[in-house]
């Protein structure tokens, strides 16, 4: 299948089960923290999954390479980025497990209907909006702050879209906890896993994988901390075990 790529983009091998994707150099292209999400996630065979802000549609890809999905929703409200995708889906042969859809993620639950799905997924903007302009057809400034969605979107959109039991997963970042937390439970999606990420063992934690179960009961599970780089600043062991895509 021939592919066509527009001005700036370019085709990345992601060195696992031969899984291509497509990026623009001039726009968001993904990062760690997408591909050490998709290895979080609680992914069981026969689910359906919902992928908030896919952006280049990274996680619905290393989703369906790596496990058993029934079907993988990427939703994206940027024409250009969704578009992309969806040729990254076709690149890799992928259309009958995902379906990349242009729209906003806060009307998600009313167009694929709601407690539905048993995994939401989601890699949101990290920052809230502040001081200073920011461009809002700029798709780095999307991705990284809530210009067009904010944690709470996020949340009530998980809550609605998923079955009862169903499973929320999502990366970010640590300064953000407690409103994450005191969020999720607002909208029934119980807290259940943490995983903190440290750029070293010499550095505190800047990132977080959390887990929440809609409508679950409490207890809360502290996994171990995952450092990136050693001491010598190479990716540690586990790190380059999650990029060769060892399960989880």
């Known amino acids: 299948m021939e592919i ?45 999954v919902v992928d908030l802000g896919t952006g280049t549609g990274i996680i619905p890809i290393l989703l369906a390479g790596r496990n058993e999905v029934d079907r993988v929703y990427g939703i994206e ?11 990254s889906v076709k690149l890799n042969h992928l259309e009958d497990k995902i379906k990349i859809i242009e729209a906003d993620l806060k009307e998600a639950p009313a167009y694929l209907g709601k407690g539905k799905f048993d995994l939401v997924i989601c890699n949101p903007p990290y920052k809230k909006l502040g001081s200073g302009l920011l461009n809002p057809h700029d798709s ?8 067009l969605c904010s944690l709470q979107d996020v949340l009530e959109a998980a809550g609605k879209l998923l079955v009862n039991g169903g499973r929320f997963a999502m990366v970010h970042q640590t300064d953000r906890l407690v409103e994450i937390l005191y969020g999720m439970r607002e909208v029934k999606l119980e807290p259940k896993r943490i995983r903190l990420i440290h750029p070293s063992a010499e550095k505190p934690p800047n990132l977080m994988l959390i887990e929440g179960v809609r409508n679950g009961k409490p207890h809360l599970k502290w996994m171990p901390s995952l450092f990136v780089y050693d001491r010598d600043g190479n990716y540690t062991e586990e790190i380059k075990r999650i990029y060769a895509g060892e399960e989880a």
């Not at 031969?18 to 591909?35: H, P, R």
């Open 4 to 48: 066509v790529l527009r001005e700036n983009e370019r085709i990345d091998d992601l060195q696992f089960k031969g899984l291509k994707i497509i990026q623009n150099t001039k726009k968001f292209c993904f990062g760690m923290d997408a591909v050490l999400l998709s290895h979080f996630a609680d992914v069981r065979k026969g689910d359906r």
């Open 77 to 87: 409200i940027q024409s250009e980025m969704a578009e992309m995708a969806q040729r």
């Open 140 to 147: 780095k400034a999307i991705a990284r702050h809530e210009l």
